[in-house]
């Protein structure tokens, strides 16, 4: 193992800020849930990373890693039947045209 | 270490001493060495694959009361040669409109995800590609990925029916991932880890599938539903919907699904055997006996585990040929409101009965797993008597009901 | 350069190309794929970290279950089966600017920190860490309550999601 743990956080960087460019700039709103699941993997990556070059005996890291794919898990559940709800009564899944809670 | 006690360290072994007097840096050989063994591995698939093909056609003769492919080469051997050279030599179409990235795609990864399982199966204890100590999850991942490569090829077919053949695979294939999950976990309790070597071991003494006969029975109901074989192919429903998410695959692409998906139930079978018939192993203690010593030899422990992977094998074509397809309504209410309650009532009592029955002697063990097993599968079959009895029921009110009415109006 | 930097190396650039590809693709079921290979590659990763059991769960989870998700949902909200107009608002360069600047100063907090440079010792011995972490998400003086809690969460998000995805509000 000779890789140094900056390599891992760089990349992590990286990723999250390659899925925050998806979520703010993308229209469809299922592509920004696909941004916001990128960010969810570098937060991951991040934990997995400090567990394994700080503390391997202990399993906080790992067990923080899996709470985190609980609850992606559950957030992709939810939203995507919301996106789903809102095509059927609005027939757009364009962010910009549900705004009917707008001011 | 010799050729025959240790055939795969050996001839490692002599390589890398003839590649490091070539002058060849030594990790470079190691990876030229893992790159020839996984080549020699996916090629024994492969190969196999090709005589799975004619075991196919001609059990399923027999189960059909006739004689099967026996006109080429002695018992019609060479017939898959044919098959293969008819299928290469058909024109390749590729539909209008099809993603074509995609289109090719597909194929590809059902084979790839087959392949990948033969990675960790124990051929015998020396010989097999990589002891990993989360083999049971990996052969529930190798499933997800096949999930992905029927989405794949029915979306790029650019046609509605292969994509409804593709929702209605997948959404089988996904429901029933969840008993097998539960009863994967079975194996894993009773022998203390999730490597299949481990699992192997553990059965030296009595097989699992005597501890634990109904996560045998559900492990084998929700493997057929993951193949995709009947009575669950709704995918190759040919008086439903053609030919399902392969109806606009010719050629050499509908014969990688075809052979991928006989490659894959004989991996099952070979999952069968290890997880709950002793795998390579599982001869009750009589290998420690001086007389049977040579059942630890590598090449009859391969011989053994090929036997019995062909016996779980013939046992899912069993089940194929001879019950007639379930609705896809039917198929799915029958994995939420059935199967996966009770492949939970039967985890939740193995691991319960694992500990409770600890300090017994080895015949109580195995006889208290073996009865709760029994009391279990006999209240499930009577809550199904007691629903099928309500539903016939409510049937005969309704149409006495029905030909009251018209009476009336008569 | 050592033969694990390289395969790092092989497989950052795996994961940072096909997210890349994610953001930016014109067809969304494209998008959706691409996203399959950027999970891939983070399991991958977890390998590499020996993290077994999770590279194994990330293969199962995401690709498995969130990636068919994301498939089924762009199949289910499209009308017919092109893309068209842009994908990306007209303001993309914004999220750009800002997406560079956050990386920018991640990058030079990590570079500055000199505790980040070092490599990973050997993991002891006898240390078994998948027996460990299963220890450790049901032992009471280590993680069974957020363990059950997650589970709890999951339960409210699968009657939560079916009931909202049902449709037939009576």
Redesign the interface.
């Given at each position: 193992m000779s890789i140094p743990l900056s390599w891992y956080l760089i990349l992590a960087a990286a990723l999250f800020s390659i899925g925050l460019f998806g979520v703010l700039s993308r229209k469809n709103a299922i592509a920004i849930l696909l941004g916001v699941e990128l960010m969810l993997n570098a937060v991951n990556i991040n934990l997995v990373a400090f567990w394994r070059y700080l503390e391997p005996a202990k399993m906080a890291g790992q067990v923080f890693a899996i709470i985190v794919f609980a609850v992606a898990a559950a957030e992709v559940a939810v939203g995507l039947a919301l996106i789903i709800s809102v095509y059927r009564r609005r027939k757009t899944v364009v962010a910009d045209e549900i705004n009917l809670m707008k001011w | 270490m010799t050729i025959l006690n240790d055939p795969i360290n050996f001839i490692a072994g002599w390589m890398r001493s003839l590649l490091t007097g070539w002058g060849l840096p030594n990790?470079l050989t190691t990876v030229i060495i893992y790159f020839i063994g996984i080549t020699v591995l996916i090629v024994f698939a492969m190969v196999l694959d090709i005589l799975l093909v004619w075991v196919e056609r001609k059990v399923v003769a027999r189960f059909q009361d006739r004689l099967g492919p026996n006109r080429i080469g002695p018992f019609g051997l060479i017939q898959p040669f044919a098959d293969i050279i008819k299928l290469i030599i058909k024109e390749d179409i590729t539909p209008a409109?099809a993603d074509k990235l995609?289109y090719n795609l597909g194929p590809v990864l059902a084979i790839a995800s087959v392949i990948i399982l033969w990675a960790i199966l124990p051929l015998s204890a020396k010989i097999f590609g990589v002891d990993?100590?989360?083999a049971v999850?990996?052969l529930?991942?190798a499933?997800?990925?096949g999930?992905?490569s029927i989405?794949?090829g029915g979306?790029a077919s650019?046609n509605k029916y292969a994509?409804l053949g593709a929702?209605r695979m997948?959404a089988n294939m996904?429901s029933y991932?969840i008993p097998m999950v539960v009863v994967l976990l079975i194996p894993t309790i009773l022998a203390d880890t999730?490597s299949v070597q481990g699992i192997t071991q553990a059965q030296s003494g009595m097989w699992f599938a005597i501890l634990s006969p109904l996560a045998l029975i559900i492990f084998i109901i929700s493997a057929i539903a993951e193949l995709g074989r009947s009575p669950f192919d709704l995918n190759e429903a040919e008086s439903e919907i053609v030919a399902g998410f392969h109806i606009e695959y010719t050629g050499m692409k509908f014969g990688l699904f075809y052979a991928g998906e006989l490659l894959h139930a004989f991996t099952f079978g070979g999952f069968l055997a290890v997880l709950f018939f002793g795998g390579y192993g599982g001869f009750f203690g009589l290998e420690n006996t001086g007389f049977f010593s040579w059942l630890n030899n590598p090449f009859v422990q391969v011989v053994v585990f090929l036997t019995k992977a062909m016996f779980g094998y013939w046992v899912i074509m069993w089940i194929k040929y001879s019950m007639p397809r379930i609705r896809i309504d039917h198929m799915l209410a029958f994995n939420w409101k059935f199967l996966t309650p009770l492949a939970l009532v039967v985890l939740v009592n193995t691991a319960v009965l694992s500990k409770v029955l600890l300090g017994l002697p080895n015949w109580g063990y195995v006889l208290g797993m073996f009865f709760s097993n029994i009391v279990i599968g006999y209240i499930a079959v009577e809550i199904l008597r007691a629903y099928g009895r309500n539903q016939r029921k409510a049937e005969a009110t309704l149409s006495s009901q029905r030909s009251q009415s018209q009476e009336q109006a008569l | 350069m050592t033969?694990d930097q390289i395969i790092f190396l092989l497989c950052a650039a795996l994961i940072l190309g096909s997210a890349l590809l994610v953001v930016t693709t014109r067809k969304l079921?494209h998008a959706a794929?691409w996203l399959?290979v950027a999970l891939f590659g983070v399991a991958i990763l977890y390998a590499i970290l020996q993290a077994?059991?999770l590279a194994?769960?990330q293969?199962?989870v995401y690709?498995?279950?969130i990636?068919?998700l994301f498939?089924?949902a762009v199949?289910l909200t499209r009308r017919e089966?092109l893309d068209k107009g842009a994908q990306t608002r007209s303001n993309w360069w914004l999220p750009a600017l800002l997406g560079l600047a956050i990386l920018t100063g991640l990058v030079f907090l990590i570079i500055r920190q000199p505790a980040f440079g070092r490599t990973a010792a050997q993991i002891p011995v006898g240390v078994d860490t998948?027996r460990n972490l299963g220890n450790a998400l049901v032992s009471p003086d280590a993680f069974v309550l957020p363990f059950e809690l997650a589970s709890v969460l999951l339960l409210a998000a699968l009657v939560g999601a079916v009931y909202i995805a049902s449709g037939n509000k009576k």
């Open positions: - | 990790g409109g995609l990993l100590n989360v999850l990996y529930v991942a499933g997800a990925l999930t992905l989405i794949v979306w650019n994509l929702f997948v996904i991932e999730m | 033969a079921i794929l399959v077994g059991f194994v769960v293969v199962v690709i498995g279950a990636a068919i498939i089924f199949m089966m998948l």
